[in-house]
């Protein structure tokens, strides 16, 4: 403020004099002009400086909050990680032999994140949680509610609703964490950091939080990400060949 006041009274003493004396005015013209440029260079300059240190700062503030982020969800992973901890393999004594045929349609113009399940049986769906799988026995689904008598509505792996805890099996071990559905690309999240992934590693549910049975195969690891060291993400590769069928099967088991 100061420097544009300064600037306001200089320039109109410049023109009284530039108006009274006309040839002093000119040299007394020339020469205030060189001393303001000589002055403005530095503050110029001044300013620059100031504001180049400022956007490095609101950079460094961006880059602490992303970190904080970051935290936050590697804390998640944690908690998750020693809830899935607490799961045992359980064997399905009664196998497959409960499956129910089904036929499906797809929602609006062919959107595959829900499908519609033509099913000749009460699912219960009050007292059990039941998936739909594929004709290969990958999961697909799970039905969410009774539409009609025979029709009912399920929410796909496709779904970006979708979650299942999961486990990836891998020739360096067995790594635990959660799959997110997606109609692009879905994704297990929330991976330790150090875990060493190949393509094609199998994805299966691991029946931990009590609603998916273990070991039903969701699809294989096309593609592994690291988050800035905090964790990873392993895009996963399903294989959509059942929906040129148009038929599905129904697995049910008595909600925990």
Not at 44 to 55: A, Q
Not at 97 to 124: C, M, Q, R, T
Not at 172 to 179: C, E, I, R
Not at 241 to 247: A, E, H, V
């Amino acid at each position: 403020m100061r420097w544009v006041l300064a600037y306001i009274v200089i320039a109109f003493v410049l023109n009284v004099v530039v108006s009274v004396f006309r040839p002093v005015g000119g040299l007394l013209r020339s020469g205030v002009i060189g001393v303001l440029t000589a002055v403005s260079y530095p503050v110029s300059k001044g300013l620059g400086f100031v504001k180049s240190g400022f956007d490095r700062y609101l950079v460094l503030i961006s880059v602490e909050e992303e970190n904080k982020r970051l935290k936050r969800e590697l804390a998640h992973c944690i908690l998750i990680n020693k809830e899935l901890e607490r799961f045992e393999k359980k064997d399905d004594k009664k196998g497959y032999s409960d499956l129910i045929e089904a036929s499906f349609s797809f929602k609006g113009n062919f959107e595959n994140d829900e499908i519609y399940l033509y099913v000749k049986k009460n699912l219960n769906l009050e007292e059990n949680n039941c998936f739909v799988l594929s004709h290969k026995l990958a999961l697909v689904g799970l039905v969410k509610r009774r539409v009609k008598k025979d029709i009912y509505v399920a929410q796909t792996v496709f779904n970006p609703s979708f979650v299942a805890d999961v486990y990836i099996k891998s020739e360096n071990g067995t790594f635990k964490a959660l799959f997110m559905g997606s109609e692009y690309r879905p994704k297990v999240e929330f991976l330790d950091p150090n875990v060493k992934l190949n393509r094609g590693d199998g994805v299966y549910t691991t029946s931990a939080l009590g609603i998916y049975p273990y070991g039903l195969f969701i699809g294989r690891v096309a593609q592994i990400k690291d988050v800035n060291g905090y964790y990873k993400v392993a895009y996963v590769d399903i294989d959509k060949s059942f929906f040129n069928d148009w038929q599905v099967f129904v697995l049910c088991r008595r909600k925990q």
